[in-house]
């Protein structure tokens, strides 16, 4: 065989082994998309009856402006290459389309009326809030005027299915764990709350036990505020600025959009939880 022919087999392998990669990505990722889950029956166990203003806060501590847009009316929150285009909706009017149940699935599972997952959202964060929270949040959401927003329709191009099929892009209900579903109603001692706080809006960059994890490189936190006083933690969590007035990066940046609508009440009550820890966390449950 001449060296020619020899070209031509080895191209031809190479589009062939190319024409079978971009298959089986159009393949695994539409399975993936299209994939229905079951609808579970916990949703929710509280009417919608809760206040306004804590909704609103909620929606503040929970981060739904960095993806939905400052007002809720939905925006693009990625634009990726070869024509992927991922459309954060419109709560002003989602949340009046839908009913209680779904909204609370929606949300806490990451799964869609028809079935499908929602890809991005953070549900496994989400499952942790309490179902008199949650109801907060659906009346919040609810009472926000409608805008038009928002018009742009997700679109999956060859770079987002790719990351879909290789793992690196979240599907919201495989990553819920349902043993971490949050509590009927939101607990009113202090250590119960500040448990609860931690648990629902600090254990996702800070793991479950609080000792901080490799993938966000996020410290210890019962180390780290041994380092603070009261007053010195108060300071950080309403402006960002750490100890030394020096910008700590991603905390910072969490404290400025999300953190720093934790009451003052709220921010005692994770200093002292986090200073004095208990034999067993479970009890404060």
Not at 2 to 20: D, E, P, Q, S
Not at 207 to 219: A, D, M
Request: charged share 15%.
């Amino acid at each position: 065989m001449n060296r020619k022919n020899k070209f031509a087999i080895a191209a031809a392998l190479v589009v062939a082994l190319a024409a079978l990669a971009v298959w089986r990505i159009e393949a695994v990722s539409t399975r993936i998309l299209t994939t229905q889950y079951k609808q579970p029956g916990d949703a929710l166990h509280v009417p919608i009856s809760a206040d306004v203003q804590t909704g609103a806060q909620i929606a503040k501590l929970g981060g739904c402006a960095s993806c939905h847009g400052d007002d809720l009316s939905g925006r693009i929150a990625y634009r990726g290459t070869f024509g992927t285009v991922l459309v954060a909706p419109n709560l002003t009017t989602l949340s009046k389309r839908l009913d209680a149940q779904q909204l609370a699935t929606i949300i806490r599972y990451g799964i869609k009326p028809d079935g499908t997952a929602i890809i991005g959202m953070p549900s496994a964060a989400f499952m942790r809030l309490s179902d008199s929270d949650m109801a907060a949040l659906i009346l919040y959401l609810r009472s926000l005027p409608e805008k038009p927003g928002v018009t742009a329709k997700t679109k999956w191009g060859f770079g987002g299915r790719t990351w879909l099929t290789i793992g690196l892009t979240p599907v919201a209900p495989k990553l819920v764990k349902p043993q971490n579903r949050g509590p009927v109603m939101t607990p009113s001692q202090p250590r119960a709350l500040a448990h609860y706080l931690t648990q629902t809006y600090c254990s996702a960059c800070h793991g479950p036990n609080l000792q901080g994890g490799r993938e966000f490189h996020s410290p210890d936190l019962r180390e780290a505020i041994t380092h603070y006083s009261p007053a010195q933690f108060t300071h950080f969590f309403t402006t960002g600025e750490a100890i030394k007035g020096h910008d700590t990066g991603p905390m910072t940046h969490q404290i400025k959009t999300r953190f720093r609508h934790f009451t003052p009440a709220e921010i005692s009550a994770i200093y002292a939880y986090l200073t004095t820890p208990a034999p067993a966390d479970k009890d404060a449950k």
